[in-house]
């Protein structure tokens, strides 16, 4: 057990929709990152939140957002979803920045209908 | 963007084999990470290497940072069937980013 919790694990929606994904991290760790990964595929960085605040941003679409509350939890917000956007999407945290190792949740395995 | 280039993309082996993997970038790194990743689960940290010529065990596994801090790689001896999985490489660049391989799917022939 990484100590990271996702939730919900599994999420099936139509086109259009609007969903969001939650995380919250291990004990301590202060920053959170968001991967996605569609089938067979390696880890697409999202975006990364450090202390509530906006880090470092990947290959994140206008259509998604994310934030990191005072309480460290941070949520994923999708809309206007596309059959594309099925996909596993897991969050990390780690202590500090990338200088220290990521943990990762189990996932939120999500898919548009 | 700076790439990773993970090789082999996939392996099919025999229980009881050696596995070797590696991953290789044109720029310098200062963190090497490997992780394995079960099916449906997220990706698990195997081993963590932070300078150049390291060499880091963890039971069946051993991973080495390339001296030249642009290579890595990760050794399985004697696999077992709780072996399979995708193995991906990270590497933390000189600007902070984690830079992530597309990952080594070890497969064991049965």
């Known amino acids: 057990d990484s100590g990271v919790t996702q939730t919900p694990k599994h999420l099936i929606t139509a086109t259009g929709q609007r969903v969001t994904l939650r995380c919250s991290p291990r004990s301590g760790d202060l920053s959170v990152y968001w991967y996605q990964q569609s089938l067979d595929q390696g880890l697409q960085f999202l975006i990364q939140y450090y202390n509530g605040e906006e880090r470092a941003k990947g290959n994140i679409l206008e259509r998604f957002s994310a934030q990191q509350f005072p309480d460290l939890h941070s949520e994923l917000n999708l809309s206007s979803l596309e059959l594309g956007d099925s996909a596993l999407y897991f969050c990390?945290?780690?202590?500090?920045?990338?200088?220290?190792?990521?943990?990762f949740g189990n996932g939120t395995r999500l898919t548009v209908t | 963007g700076q790439q990773l280039n993970q090789s082999p993309q996939s392996m099919f082996i025999q229980e009881g084999e050696d596995v070797s993997m590696n991953c290789t970038s044109s720029s310098i790194f200062n963190t090497w990470l490997w992780y394995k990743q079960d099916p449906g689960e997220g990706p698990v940290l195997l081993i963590a290497l932070y300078k150049a010529g390291e060499l880091t065990s963890n039971g069946r596994l051993t991973a080495q940072f390339g001296i030249t801090r642009k290579d890595s790689f990760l050794n399985i001896s004697a696999s077992i069937p709780s072996d399979v999985g995708i193995y991906f490489c990270a590497g933390l660049d000189s600007n902070y980013q984690l830079i992530w391989g597309a990952g080594t799917k070890l497969i064991i022939k049965p």
């Open positions: 990390a945290s780690s202590p500090e920045g990338v200088s220290s190792p990521l943990h």
